[in-house]
């Protein structure tokens, strides 16, 4: 039983890893690997729910009765581009962040922008 719904363990096991990593780490870069493993654990949590034992692609065959919903793997496929996009746009602003704090370390960039907020309320 437990092992039948091995796919859904290793969806939680990849979300937790993507959860961890986006707490534990301060590096925007390693944030963001740790939200792309996140969303691969719900693409993968989707496309296991849209599988049917035994299904078929949606095509009307003879000897064929029982179809898998193409529905999650629609959707799937559209989040995946989206999720490119976002990766993408992601990792534009953390170049961007490099080069006006000189770090991409979360920490560094708080104390920058605390020393320039003492020095302007001065």
Not at 5 to 32: D, P, S
Request: with cysteine.
């Amino acid at each position: 039983m437990v092992l039948g719904l091995y796919n859904y363990w290793i969806v939680v096991l990849l979300m937790m890893i993507g959860f961890y990593i986006v707490i534990a780490h301060g590096n925007l870069i390693k944030k963001l690997v740790g939200l792309t493993i996140f969303q691969t654990s719900v693409f993968i949590f989707y496309i296991s729910m849209g599988n049917v034992d035994s299904g078929s692609a949606p095509i009307l065959a003879e000897g064929v009765a029982r179809y898998s919903n193409p529905l999650p793997h629609v959707l799937i496929l559209t989040a995946i581009v989206v999720g490119i996009a976002t990766t993408a746009l992601g990792l534009a602003l953390v170049v961007r962040i490099k080069e006006s704090y000189g770090s991409i370390e979360e920490d560094e960039i708080q104390i920058q922008d605390q020393l320039t907020e003492d020095k302007t309320s001065c």
